[in-house]
């Protein structure tokens, strides 16, 4: 089970997940349900699976030092990113 909330996606085991627009919750349910199917989960590999869905998708891992777990931004348009 995970937490949605303000376009964050908490999930019991793995990353942060960021969904940009924030104001797209059917989005973060699509990220959410395809993150959960693929498995050796990478932000590459999100990317890739949802662009079947979100052709203009782009998956980023926040990289930041002493973060306690990862955090990936999901931008529905590229252009955002």
């Known amino acids: ?11 019991e085991r793995g990353p942060r997940i960021i969904c940009i627009p924030s104001s797209d919750p059917e989005m973060c349910r699509v990220v959410e349900r395809i993150y959960k199917s693929i498995p050796w989960v990478t932000p590459d590999r999100l ?12 998956v980023r891992r926040r990289e930041l030092s002493d ?4 955090t ?7 252009a955002t990113g």
Not at 49 to 54: D, G, H, P, S, T
Not at 67 to 70: G, K, Q, V
């Open 1 to 11: 089970m995970s937490a949605l909330r303000d376009g964050a996606i908490d999930l």
């Open 47 to 58: 990317q890739s699976a949802l662009r079947e869905v979100y052709p203009n998708v782009l």
């Open 67 to 70: 973060e306690p777990m990862p």
């Open 72 to 78: 990936w931004y999901v931008f529905r348009d590229r």
